[in-house]
Antibody, heavy 125, light 110 residues
Framework: QVQLAQSGAEVKKPGASVRVSCKAS????????ITWVRQAPGQGLEWMGW????????RYAQKLQDRVTMTTDSSTSTAYMEVRSLTSGDTAIYYC??????????????????WGQGTLVTVSS | NFILTQPHSVSDSPGKTVTISCTRS????????VQWYQQRPGSVPTTIIY?????LSGVPDRFSGSIDRSSNSASLTISGLKTEDEADYYC?????????FGGGTKLTVL
């Protein structure tokens, strides 16, 4: 069955970087892309960006594009999301989610029901 | 970017029908597809509706999505409410290459 297994919780100091992994199984990794979404404590959902599992194309949220990098390693079916120059405002649960199909456009990018379990990133001095 | 405005909370009794609205502040609601996500307390979000009205496989047909151009809004309707439907619901759409989420609506099933 399809699973997305994320890496464990992280505690980082302001100014540091964090990399969260999302290991996929149960489907052809390069056939679908991965979207990353985060949720600050007690807050709503925030889109961070996506990466196409086939060709590595990426799109990042405008407010994060200078600090975020998304990559994949098809040999291990793993997607990675790195955030640099962390501040307390980056404290959140980070989720990966698989696309519902192989395409993503500027007006449609359906997500499947397959989401990772979430990774809590805490930024604190 | 535009804003998607949702009611902060809605509530109703088991068996009833509830509708959650999602109003787009600028630009046409039909200019980009709308998705809906459900997040039960303490759980991971999950997709329930995509491309305005399509139910994800396995989602009960009690859940339906629609858009209304006259009010520039999307709606999620849940019929035959069950206690298990108690959750936060988020709408989401696209602004060029950015994704926009609504602030979320807490559904309480009394």
């Amino acid at each position: 069955q399809v699973q997305l297994a994320q890496s464990g919780a992280e505690v980082k100091k302001p100014g540091a970087s964090v990399r969260v992994s999302c290991k996929a199984s149960g489907y052809p990794f390069t056939r679908y892309g991965i979207t990353w979404v985060r949720q600050a404590p007690g807050q709503g959902l925030e889109w961070m960006g996506w990466i196409n599992g086939y060709n590595g194309d990426t799109r990042y949220a405008q407010k994060l594009q200078d600090r975020v990098t998304m990559t994949t390693d098809s040999s291990t079916s793993t997607a990675y999301m790195e955030v640099r120059s962390l501040t307390s405002g980056d404290t959140a649960i980070y989720y990966c989610a698989r696309w519902a199909s192989g395409y993503c456009s500027s007006t449609s990018c359906p997500l499947s029901g397959y989401w990772g379990q979430g990774t809590l990133v805490t930024v604190s001095s | 970017n535009f804003i998607l405005t949702q009611p902060h909370s809605v509530s109703d009794s088991p068996g009833k029908t509830v509708t959650i609205s999602c109003t787009r502040s600028s630009g046409g609601i039909a200019s980009a597809y709308v998705q809906w996500y459900q997040q039960r307390p303490g759980s991971v979000p999950t997709t329930i509706i995509y491309e305005d009205k399509e139910r994800l496989s396995g989602v009960p047909d009690r859940f339906s999505g629609s858009i209304d151009r006259s009010s520039n809004s999307a709606s999620l309707t849940i019929s035959g409410l069950k206690t298990e439907d108690e959750a936060d619901y988020y709408c989401q759409s696209h602004d060029d290459n950015d994704w926009i989420f609504g602030g979320g609506t807490k559904l309480t099933v009394l």
